[in-house]
């Protein structure tokens, strides 16, 4: 069942958000406090519904003071009280970037990962396609058993020849056809087919990185999508 | 026979020491991994039948021991009580050695060590160069016990360290000698034992576990297998006394599935300590109880990682999950739990004997007591070693190791397991220590030491071990797998000459990600041999990728064979032997190597006796 419906208010408790100090339920995750203060991270297999499971890694945020910081997932992170947290940094969007451009090639056809690549604003894929149809984000294992309770599929093999699939391999009697795995799946609606159909990058239609990243090391502002508070016109791709 | 109090148990040891006659001859047979391969029982066998063929039962006991270390010399005997060491025995042997020694206590040269250099024979083992240099602390009890008795185990001052602390320590004067002697993990991260165990002490909850990481997954490794298989009444005490400072009721060894040997003696160390008392209700009538159950390892490396082995002891697939609520916090079934090293158990007991201080004086600031390294690779004496925390590199692999067989050049050691990173010659001299060892860009790890000569291709070993990690990795996160996956492509790349420079920026930001990002210890440091390799030996890659050359000749892609002129004497070995007859020639006259035909299976150039094949 959903987690969050467990949970009961606690005593609120203090930390740093990019610089800011704020407070927070101690039962919520990182994420659910970084989403309460409106600030937009990145998720693939996240959703408010569902255990938390922290295999994409998207939604990583650096914690920590001075030079012993460090990158946490921040939906399984707790909050804690004293930490400092940032949200955008360049170490962050680098690995966030960098773990877009796995997926990308994995499954070039993904209209959430291409939409997330131009918010990201992800401009080369350096690997080659594998065309797959799933990135394992396992949504579609935890919508089945958490809010449909079939538990009809699941996973199977190691490594990289882990894949989603029934027991057995077989059709599964448990199975309602409910069709609540498609619904969430992040890579089941297909991307538009616009003008680059066949690349692996679509090269989006909007692109805002912050570009006060790159200059700061830091995103100044948490608009995210920030469109161009600070890039000219002409600098924005149409 | 059930011990109802520490007396009792001092008593028994008495009465088992006064049984005993220390000068009565033992042969000691070494049955450790190594020696097992080299038909060791056959040499134990073959001592059983030659002592009663002598009605000599009586008068001389056998003992199948645990691994010695010495493993390149095996099959191994230790004779006693004069302490001779017998090596690379054979059936033959034996009864030369029951006669001469046994009987008539001369020694058999030809059996006995031999050093090429110093040209001396050698007849105790302590005065070995192999020995000498290294602080046996844990590893010596090995020979001086048959692991399936207790009472072996017991006239050595086995249980003597639970026995005092049960008679005279409380939990928190336990937990106290443990932080103040330093000890730290010795399954990985090293981790200090006593902030650990404290830890999962102070952690609310009245069902806590201990659990003993026996699941030794890297290749090469064998540094656990060895103690549990020795010696596996030192780390059931090492759990009793780490339950009891805990506070916890039950524990579980985790043992690697393929090591059947040390699944069994430590259930029956299991048994025979239930059945004295000193394991099981009311432990030798302290009041305090405690049980340990053993279970079979799920069979993958990732199982060795503190949350896939909870999972897999809960029953669920061995998989890694997040750590940020610690598994003293929460861990087996969600409750408090102490998991420890094979080793870092093994070290309890003798902390506790010998006193804090005591263990603490051994080793550098940050890193006590000794370390149980495997030496395998390119190295004269492979074998297990102990060394004290300090200990150069360089001393380990020349003084004890022996240094790099037939005349060749040492290149580089990696240490830690297949996560390491790859140490060069001009960092030998650096102390063995968790923080150093971690500044060079390796790890102490589990203690894993593989040593290379010249022959090894460093691109080829990254490749090789990154080819592991990949295959050894659940799949769950993204880092890991879709990263490995990629740097396994691009490793092949290079190795196959298609590299091209940018790789090594894209080798880099995967590595960044690969640390920061992954989900479990094996993501995390999953890029250790290619980083390090990346830092020590770049202009490997550089020369694999622009000039596509092999410096080391090992990756085949890139490598040509052909025939010297002036060296090729005509014999025709190589045109014999050569698969897809790529070699020409008439008998005593040059010989032709078809590079078009060739398949580089290297053929050639091993069987030439005279040097006329070259390789570039
Ligand atoms: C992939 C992976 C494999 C591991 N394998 C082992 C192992 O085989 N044995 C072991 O003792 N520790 C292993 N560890 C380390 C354990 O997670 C853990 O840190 C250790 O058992 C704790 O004991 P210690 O504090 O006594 O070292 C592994 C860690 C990782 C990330
Ligand atoms: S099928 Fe879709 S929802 Fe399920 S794991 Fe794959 S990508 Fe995620
Ligand atoms: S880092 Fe690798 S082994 Fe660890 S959880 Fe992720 S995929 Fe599994
Ligand atoms: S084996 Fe060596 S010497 Fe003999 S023919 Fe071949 S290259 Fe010449
Ligand atoms: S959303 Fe946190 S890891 Fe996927």
Known sequence: MSKKVEKSRGEMISFMLNGAEVQADPKWSLLEAIQFYGISIPTLCHDEGLTPYGVCRMCVVEVGNGNRTKLVASCMHPVTGGLNVRTHTSRVIKTRKMILELLIARCPSSKKLQDMAAMLELKEVRFDPLNDDCILCGLCVRMCEEQMVAKAIGYAGRGMDRYITTPFDMTSDECRKCGACMFICPVCELRCQGPQAETTLCSGCINTEPVCASIYGEAMCFMVPCLSCIKKPEDVKA | ?616
């Not at chain 2, 520490?6 to 008495?14: N, W």
């Not at chain 2, 033992?26 to 060791?40: E, F, H, R, S, T």
Request: glycine content about 12%; charged content about 25%.
């Open chain 2, 1 to 616: 026979m059930n011990l109802s109090s520490v007396k009792e148990l001092e008593d028994l040891r008495k009465k088992i020491l006064s049984g005993r006659d220390l000068d009565k001859p033992c042969i000691a047979v070494c049955g450790g991994p190594g020696c097992l391969a080299k038909q060791c029982l056959q040499v134990r066998d073959e001592f059983i039948k030659e002592i009663s063929a002598k009605g000599l039962k009586s008068k001389v006991d056998i003992r199948t021991t645990g691994c010695h270390g010495y493993c390149e010399r095996g099959p191994i005997a230790l004779i006693f009580p004069q302490g001779i060491f017998y090596q690379r025995l054979s059936i033959d042997d034996v009864a030369e050695i029951v006669e001469e020694t046994v009987i008539n206590n001369k020694t058999v040269p030809r059996l006995l060590y031999s050093d090429v250099e110093a040209k001396q024979v050698i007849e105790k083992e302590n005065d070995i160069p192999f020995y000498k240099m290294q602080t046996r602390l844990i590893l010596s009890n090995n020979r001086m016990i048959d692991p399936n008795s207790i009472e072996d185990y017991l006239a050595i001052g086995g249980y003597s360290a639970l026995g005092k602390v049960l008679g005279s320590m409380n939990p928190p004067e336990v937990l106290d000698a443990i932080k103040k002697s330093g000890l730290r993990g010795r399954g990985g991260g090293g981790f200090h034992t006593g902030r650990k165990w404290e830890a999962t002490r102070d952690a609310p909850g009245d069902i806590k576990y201990v659990i003993c990481n026996a699941d030794e997954g890297d290749p090469g490794a064998f540094m656990d297998r060895s103690i549990l298989e020795g010696n596996p009444h030192s780390v059931l005490e090492g759990m009793i006394i780490g339950a009891y400072t805990i506070g916890s009721g039950v524990g579980y060894v985790y043992v690697r599935n393929e090591y059947p040997l040390a699944l069994k003696n430590v259930m029956l160390a299991i048994k025979q300590a239930k059945e004295l008392g000193i394991l099981g209700n009311n432990i030798l009538g302290s009041g305090f109880s405690f049980d340990v159950k053993v279970n079979r390892g799920g069979g993958a490396f990732v199982c060795g990682e503190s949350t896939a082995l909870m999972a897999s002891l809960e029953g669920k697939t061995g998989e890694p999950r997040a750590k940020y609520i610690h598994t003293s916090e929460k861990g087996l079934w969600d409750r408090p739990s102490n998991l420890n090293n094979v080793e870092t158990w093994a070290n309890v007991p003798m902390i506790l004997n010998k006193g804090a201080q005591w263990f603490s004086d051994i080793g550098t600031e940050s890193s006590k007591g000794t370390k149980v390294f495997s030496l395998v690779g390119k190295i004269n004496n492979t074998g297990l070693v102990e060394v004290p925390m300090g200990m150069t590199l360089r001393e380990i692999i020349f003084d004890i190791g022996g240094g790099i067989p037939g005349g060749k050049s040492f290149k580089a050691v990696q240490t830690g397991g297949p996560s390491g990173g790859c140490i060069p010659e001009n960092l030998l001299d650096i102390p063995v220590d968790y923080e150093r060892l971690t500044e060079v860009g390796s790890m102490m790890g589990s203690g894993g030491m593989i040593v290379m000569d010249e022959d090894t291709c460093m691109v080829d070993l990254a490749k090789y071990f990154t080819n592991f990690l990949q295959e050894e990795s659940c799949g769950k996160c993204v880092p890991c797998r879709e990263g490995l996956r990629r740097m396994g492509d691009i490793l092949k790349d290079i190795t196959e000459g298609k590299g091209r420079m940018d790789d090594i920026l894209l080798i880099e930001d995967l590595a960044g990600m690969l640390k920061d990002a992954s989900l479990c210890g094996l993501g995390t440091t999953a890029a250790n041999p290619v980083i390090s390799t990346l830092k020590y030996f770049r202009d490997e890659y550089v020369a694999h990728i622009s000039d596509h050359k092999c410096p080391a000749g090992v990756c085949r892609e890139l490598i040509t064979y052909g025939i010297d002129p002036d060296n090729c004497t005509g014999c025709g070995l190589c045109k014999k032997n050569c698969p897809p007859k790529a070699i020409n020639g008439e008998r005593k006259q040059t010989h032709v190597l078809d590079t078009g035909k060739c398949i580089k299976c290297g053929i050639c150039y091993d069987v030439c006796k005279f040097e006329a094949v070259r390789k570039e």
